[in-house]
């Protein structure tokens, strides 16, 4: 099993947080590029923020110094902290690894309401 498993997501107000988890089998966390991307209704999937095994990040413009990701090797897990949440954060967020090709998870839904 290669695709990511996701958990988390919800309904917050702006201004609160939540967190997402993203799992992988054990073989391919350890190798494997992991992040997580959004799509908000009407607009292209855009990159959110991105690991490497080695655990070089980058972010979105939009969600630098609000939004942290990380990885626990213990846990075969990536997560995604996300504060400060605004209205436009809301968007349906995937996670994605890189094995031989992009690999995607199911999606979970993000609302912030104003």
């Known amino acids: 099993q290669v695709q990511p498993v996701e958990s988390g997501g919800g309904l917050v107000q702006s201004g609160g947080s939540l967190r997402l988890s993203c799992a992988a089998s054990g073989s391919i966390f350890s190798i494997s590029p992991m992040g997580w991307y959004r799509q908000a209704p009407g607009k292209q999937r855009e990159l959110v923020a991105r690991i490497s095994s080695g655990g070089i990040i980058s972010y979105a413009d939009s969600v630098k110094g609000r939004f942290t990701i990380s990885r626990d090797s213990a846990k075969n897990t990536v997560y995604l902290q996300m504060n400060s949440l605004k209205p436009e954060d809301t968007a349906v967020y995937y996670c994605?690894?890189?094995?031989?090709?992009?690999?995607w998870g199911q999606g979970t839904q993000v609302t912030v309401s104003s």
């Open positions: 994605w690894l890189f094995y031989g090709g992009d690999y």
